[in-house]
C-alpha cells in the first residue's frame, strides 16, 4: 500500500512539474525592438540591454536591433550605452519595443579614429570630420567615395565620366595640391595605408583627416588628406544574419536638344546651298540611350562571444548603364574576426576580396578626327538625316566633318572589356606589456590584377583600314606593408598623457604587358585570339618598384579637459628619390581650449561647449615616379648598313636634388555646441602653402634633351569651411535633425618656372586648338584662355575695344574684343575668360522618423565654377549637327540674337562657349518603413525596413549642357589637377529611383 501511495505521489509530483514548466514556458515570451538616440534618431549599436535583477542580456547590433527573451510581461529591461542615461522599460504586452535613449550631456564622448589610434572628440585638436555609416548607404552607389559626396565640409567628390557604370571617382579634400602630382585623397583601410575602399555597406565609421596636425602622421603622403575607413566588426552576441537588397530603376538625367533632320537641312543650306537632305531622321540619342538598372544585394553574418568575435559579408552588385552595351558586375567578399587570447593579448584578421567586370563604351574622346569618335559626342555631332545603315547594310559615316562612325554602330561593335580581381589581408597582434602601454603589430598584403581587352573590328573606321585591331594589357600592383608601434596613456591628476612611437615599412611593386594584332579573318575572335591577326603589333612592357621605410610619433597631453596640446611628426624614406633628398621630416603641432570647461562657461544653460582650435605643420606628396631621378635612356630604331637595328638614346639626366613636394598648412577652428548639445556649430579658416612643386625646366637644344623635372613651384589653396548640425525635434513618436555644410576654397599659382605662364592643351584632337588653359601666378589653377566673344557683327563701324576675324567680316560673323587695339584678332587678343573653381560648395541633409516611419531629404549644390563645353563648340562650327537654338540664329530678317550666322569656323576658344555651372540638385528623397515588432516575431525577424528613393530627382542650374557635374580628360595626374570645368563626350548622368528591403534574423 506504501509502496503505491509512493509511485502515485511521484507521478503527481512529475505531474505537477510538467505543468508546472508549461505554465512558466507559456509566460515567457520573446521580445525584439530598436534603440535609438534622441539626438539625431539614429540606431544605437552595442547598447547593453540586462533584464533587471537577472544577469541574462544581450546587446544591439550594428543597426541597433536587439532580441532577447524574458519571463513575462512584467518583466523589466534596463537600457545603458556610455554617453546616455540608463532607461528601464517594462515589458508589457508588447513584443516589439521602440527605445529612445536620452543623451547624457555630462557623459556624451563620441570616439573619433585617428591615424595609428582613436581619440575622444572633444580631445580632438585637429579637423576632423565624422561620417556616419547610415548616411553612406542612404541611397545604392557603387564605391563609398561616391556616396561621401556632400557630406562633409571641404571635400570635393565628382564622378570622372558622369553616371557611367564603374566610373572613377575624384576626391578632393581643401583644393589640389598639386600640378604634375597626385592630388588624391590617402585612403586607409582598418590600419591598412593605401587601401582601395570597401562596399559602403560594410563600413562602419568614416573620417576625414583634413589639417596638417591630423594627417602628418602620415608624413609624405599626408598632403592630400586622409580618409580613414573602419569596417563593421563582430559582436558578443547570438548569431545574426542580416539581408540588404535593392533595385534600381536608371534614366538619362538630360539630354541636348539638337536639330532634327528638317531644321538641319535648313540650317545647311545657309551656308552650303547644294547640300542634299538625306533619307531619315534619326534622333542618335535616343537611339543609344536606355533605361538602365542597378541590383545591389548585401547577405553578412555575425556574432561571437566575450573573448571572440566576426563579422562575414558577400556583396554582390550588377549595372546596365542607360547607354546601350555598358554594364558592370561586381562581388566583393569582407570577413573580420578579432580574438582576445588572453586579457591583455589580442589578435585580428581582416580579409578583402573581390572582382569586378566591365563591358565599356568609348566616351570623352581625346582625338574625334577620322575613326576617332566616341559613342556620346558621335550621337551630338552626327547627322540626323541619316539612318543607321546604308542600303549595302553597311553602318552610315557621318556626311559632313570628319569621317566618323555613327553612335550606333560604336556603342554595338567596339568592344572595351575589363577585368580586375582585388585581395587584400591585414593581420595585426595587440599586447598589453603593462597597464597602459600597448604594443600593436601589424602586417598586411594586397594585390590588384587588371585585364583590358580592346577590339576594333572591321565594321567601324578604325578597324576597317587595318582588318581588325586588338589589343589586350595586363597589370599587377601588389603593396606589403609592416608597422609596428607602441602607445603609451597615462593619467597623473588632472593631466592625461599619449604617447606614440612606430615605425612603418611598404613595398610597391607594379608591372604590367601590352600585345596586339591587327589583320584578322574574322571579327569573331575579338582581343582573345591575338595569334589570329597576321599583322603583330609592336608589344610593351614594364616594372617598377618603391619602398618607403619610416618612423613616426605623436604626443597628445591634455590637462583638467581643458587644454590640449598635440605634437605629430613623422621621417620618411623613400627610394623614389636620391642620396641628397632620400629622408624628409614632417612634423606638425595643435593646440586646443576647451573654453566650455571653464568656471565661467560650464555651468551655462546656453553654450553646452566650446572649442577654440589651432595647429600648424607640414606634410608631402610623394610626386615623382620611380627612378625619375635616374638617367633614363629610351629605345629607338636605328639602321647600321641595310639593317634596322634597335638602339637606345638620352632621354633625361640625373637630377639627384629632387625631392618632396612640401604642403605647410595652418588652420584655426572653433567648434560650439548650444542648448545641451542640440545645435552643433564648427568653424574652420585654413591657409596651405605648397612649396617645391615639380615643373619640367625647358634645357637648351644642344643638350640633346628636352627638359628637366625640377622642384621650382609654389601653389596656395585658401578656405573657409562650416558645419551645422542640429536636433530639431527629439521625442519618443518623432524626431527631425539637420545636417549643413558650407565651404570655400581660392587656388592660386603663386610661383612658376622664371615666373613665365604655361599654357595647357585640352581640347580634343580634331579641334587642332593648343593653349586652352593657362597657368599664371596671381590666377587659379587650369583658367580657361582665349578669346572674348562680344556679339555678332551687326554690319558699319565697328564697336569700339572690338574686332572680326578677316575670315568672317561680313554682318552676322563674331565679334570679339580687340584687346591691343590693332584692328584685327590674333593670337596676342587672347585672355583669361574663366575660372572653374566654385565659389562654394554645400549640403544640407534632413532626417525625420515618425514612430516607424523614417524620410530623408538630403541636397547638394556648387555654386560658381564655370565650365568651358567643347561639345557646344563643336555643335557651333558647322561640321555637324548643331544645338536646337541654332533656329535663333542670326539672318538678315533675325539680327536682334547673340547667335551668329551659320557657317563653317573654326574651333576657336572662345567665352561664348564658357558657362556657369552652378547648380543645386536634390541628390536623394527616400521614405522607409520599420515592420511592427508583432509582425516581426510571427515571422522570427529581428528587424524588417522597406523603403523607396530616388536620386538626382530635381537640378536646377542654369547650365546649357547635358549636365554640370561634368569633366573631361582627367586620365592622369597633372590633368586631374589642371582639366577641371570641361565638358566633352561624358557619359549621362542619371535620375535613379530605388525599393530596397533591409531584413535581419
Known sequence: MTTKKNKLLKRFALMFLMLLGTYLQAQEKNVSGTVTSSEDGISIPGVNILLKGTTTGTSTDFDGVFNIQVPGKDAVLQFSYLGYVTKEVVVGDNSNLSVVLQVDENELEEIVVIGYGTVKKSDVSGSVSSVKAAELTAYPTLSAEQALQGRAAGVSVQSNNGGEPGAPIKV????????????????????????????????????????????????????????????????????????????????????????????FATYRKAYSANYNQGPANTDWQDLIYATGSISNTQLAFSGGSETSKYYISGNYYTQDGVVMNSNLERFTVLSNIDIDV???????????????????????????????????????????????????GTY???????????????????????????YRTNFYAAYEIIEGLELKTTFGFSSVNTQIGKFKPTTLLAGAGVGGEATLENRRSTNVLSENYLTYKKTVGNHNFTLLGGYSYQKNKNEGSLAGARSFVTNEVSYRNLEGGAVTMQPSSFLDETELISVFGRVNYEYASKYIFTFTARRDGSSNFSKN???????????????????????????????????????????????????????????????????????????????????????LGVDVALFNNRLELTFDYYNIQTEDLLFPRPLPEYSGVSSQIQNIGE???????????????????????????????????????????????????????????VLREGESVGSFYGYEYKGVYQGGTLPDGTATLSSDSAPGGELFADLNNDGEITTADRKIIGDPTPDFTMGLNNDFRYKNFDMNLFFQASVGGEILNYTLLELGSGVS????????????????????RPEVREKRITSRYVYDGSYVRLKNLSFGYNIP???????????ARIYISGQNLLTFTDYPGADPEANYRNDNNQRSNTNVGLDYGSYPNVKTFTMGLNLKF
Open 172 to 263: 578632393r579634400i581643401r583644393g589640389g595640391t598639386s600640378i604634375n602630382a597626385s592630388s588624391d585623397a590617402l585612403i586607409v583601410v582598418d590600419g591598412f595605408v593605401g587601401a582601395s575602399m570597401p562596399a559602403p555597406e560594410d563600413i562602419a565609421s568614416m573620417e576625414v583627416l583634413k589639417d596638417a596636425s591630423a594627417t602628418a602622421i602620415y608624413g609624405s603622403r599626408g598632403s592630400n588628406g586622409v580618409i580613414m575607413v573602419t569596417t563593421k566588426k563582430g559582436t558578443s552576441t547570438k548569431p545574426t544574419l542580416e539581408l540588404n537588397t535593392s533595385y534600381s530603376v536608371q534614366n538619362v538625367n538630360n539630354t541636348i536638344d539638337l536639330l532634327d533632320a528638317n531644321e
Open 342 to 392: 588572453t586579457d591583455n593579448f589580442k589578435v585580428g584578421l581582416n580579409v578583402f576580396g573581390g572582382r569586378s567586370a566591365k563591358d565599356g563604351v568609348s566616351t570623352q574622346a581625346q582625338t574625334g578626327g577620322t575613326g576617332g569618335g566616341d559613342v556620346i559626342s558621335s550621337a551630338y555631332r552626327f547627322a540626323p538625316d541619316l539612318d543607321i545603315y546604308n542600303a549595302d
Open 396 to 422: 552610315t559615316i557621318n556626311s559632313l566633318g570628319d569621317d566618323i562612325d555613327n553612335p550606333y554602330a560604336l556603342a554595338k561593335e567596339s568592344i572595351d572589356e575589363r577585368s580586375v580581381d582585388t
Open 581 to 667: 633628398n632620400k629622408y624628409a621630416f614632417f612634423p606638425s603641432g595643435a593646440i586646443a581650449w576647451n573654453m566650455g570647461n571653464e568656471n565661467f562657461l560650464k555651468d551655462s544653460n546656453v553654450i553646452s561647449n566650446w572649442k577654440w582650435r589651432a595647429s600648424y605643420g607640414a606634410t608631402g606628396n610623394p610626386s615623382i615616379s620611380p627612378y625619375e631621378t635616374l638617367a633614363k635612356f629610351s629605345s629607338v630604331y636605328g639602321v647600321v648598313g641595310d639593317q634596322q637595328v634597335n638602339s637606345v638614346v638620352l632621354t633625361d639626366f640625373a637630377n639627384d636634388n629632387l625631392k618632396w613636394e612640401t604642403s605647410k598648412q595652418l588652420d
Open 715 to 773: 601653389l596656395k589653396n585658401e578656405g573657409y569651411e562650416f558645419s551645422l548640425n542640429s536636433r530639431n525635434i527629439a521625442n519618443e513618436d518623432f524626431t527631425w535633425s539637420t545636417a549643413f555644410n558650407f565651404s570655400t576654397n581660392k587656388n592660386e599659382m603663386v610661383t612658376l618656372p622664371d615666373g613665365d605662364d604655361l599654357f595647357i592643351d585640352s581640347a580634343p584632337g580634331h579641334f587642332l586648338q593648343r593653349q586652352t588653359q
Open 881 to 900: 549637327n548643331a544645338s536646337a537654338d541654332m533656329v535663333n540664329a542670326w539672318s538678315t530678317t533675325n539680327t536682334d540674337t547673340n547667335i551668329p
Open 933 to 943: 515588432g508583432t509582425v516581426l516575431s510571427k515571422l522570427s525577424l529581428e528587424k
